[in-house]
């Protein structure tokens, strides 16, 4: 039998608050991480976004370093024959957040899944009854970071396009769901997903669309990274062990912004603070060891040239992305069309 702590009943709100914000007319950076092992009976409930009660882990509006560690718990019931059956369930997960760069990782496992809609429910979202001898049919392990800045540009007058670049790095194996989302202002999301079916490690630039920019208004700048295991065992085979991992530690980062004029050539000298304080341009610094020197086509063919300097060039635009450049003076090409990721 599971072993609770009354106060551990939470709602899968804070997720999805995350994962959507929410616009506010107040200029405020903030920081959020979420680890946690999830369960409850989606019979319950009307839509996708299920709340849950927490078996382990926790919530930070403050970003701190969070893990949650979920000893194997076990659920007993009857399955879809009627005959008596015990499921266990275990995992780990963990966020971490600093403005430009996220850490997120989740592994799960669920043995002898089983359902029967006979069973008494586990967690009753609607009613917030919880039942330790019950038995729930969504299990899940989460790891979820974000950030909220506002980013103040410089040294122009008209109204430019930026464009982000974000470094994902990773691995990943069996059932799981990793995902970044991010936002401009009130412009809609973009969502990272890995290859279907991907298995192993991932190295790649992710670049976003094109928004505007001027250096008169400030930018809401948001990023989200999630580490999801999660299961439904009205949706597997009776008896099915099930196992999960996504370690996206090392990391989600701020890896480029390119500015661009109306005929799509590179702005220089601009510069950029934050409302958190935080400096963007010397964080991407650290990035790369070398420095590149990038130019922008019409037709969004990116040129990248390695520069054997810092990275941060006097009076040339920082942030481009230079894939598979090892060493000595070379050219790289790498054609994307906007909102896509750079293999």
């Known amino acids: 039998m599971i072993k609770l702590n009354p106060l551990a009943i939470v709602s899968l709100a804070v997720l999805v608050a995350c994962v959507y914000p929410t616009q506010t007319h107040g200029q405020q950076a903030s920081r959020i991480t979420f680890a946690a092992a999830t369960a409850t009976n989606t019979d319950y409930w009307p839509d996708p976004f ?33 005959s008596p059956q015990t499921m266990t369930f275990s995992g780990t997960a963990q966020a971490r957040s600093a403005f430009g760069v996220l850490r997120v990782s989740s592994e799960g496992q669920l ?29 899940a392990m989460t790891a979820q970071a974000s950030f909220e800045d506002y980013l103040q540009f410089g040294g122009f007058a008209s109204q430019f396009s930026a464009q982000y670049f974000f470094r994902i790095t990773g691995t990943m194996s069996g059932f799981i769901q990793p995902r970044v989302f991010f936002q401009i202002d009130s412009h809609p999301l973009e969502a990272w997903l890995p290859p279907a079916g ?59 912004i390119i500015i661009t004029d109306e005929d799509e050539n590179i702005v ?76």
Do not use: C, M
Request: hydrophobic residues 35%; glycine residues 12%.
């Open 50 to 82: 299920v709340p849950a009660l927490q078996l382990a882990g926790g919530f930070s509006s403050e970003g701190l370093p969070l893990l949650a560690e979920l000893a194997p718990q076990t659920f007993s019931g009857v399955d879809g024959s009627g």
């Open 111 to 139: 043995l002898n899944s089983f359902y029967n809609a006979g069973n008494d429910p586990f967690y009753r979202p609607d009613t917030q009854a919880l039942n330790p001898n019950g038995v729930p049919d969504q299990l």
């Open 198 to 256: 991907h298995s192993g490690p991932i190295q790649e630039t992710w670049a976003t669309q094109r928004y505007p920019v001027t250096s008169l208004v400030p930018v809401r700048f948001w990023l989200n990274a999630v580490a999801r295991f999660e299961l439904n065992t009205q949706n597997w085979p009776e008896g099915s062990n099930v196992t999960g991992s996504a370690n996206f530690g090392n990391t989600v980062v701020l890896e480029a």
């Open 268 to 343: 220089t000298g601009w510069t950029l603070d934050s409302d958190s304080g935080t400096d963007y341009l010397a964080l991407i610094d650290t990035i790369y060891k070398d420095g590149f020197e990038g130019s922008l086509d019409p037709r969004g063919i990116t040129t990248i040239e390695k520069r054997p300097q810092a990275a941060r060039l006097p009076g040339k635009p920082w942030l481009v992305y230079a894939p598979g450049v090892e060493g000595g003076d070379q050219v790289e090409q790498a054609q994307h069309r906007q909102g896509e990721k750079l293999e």
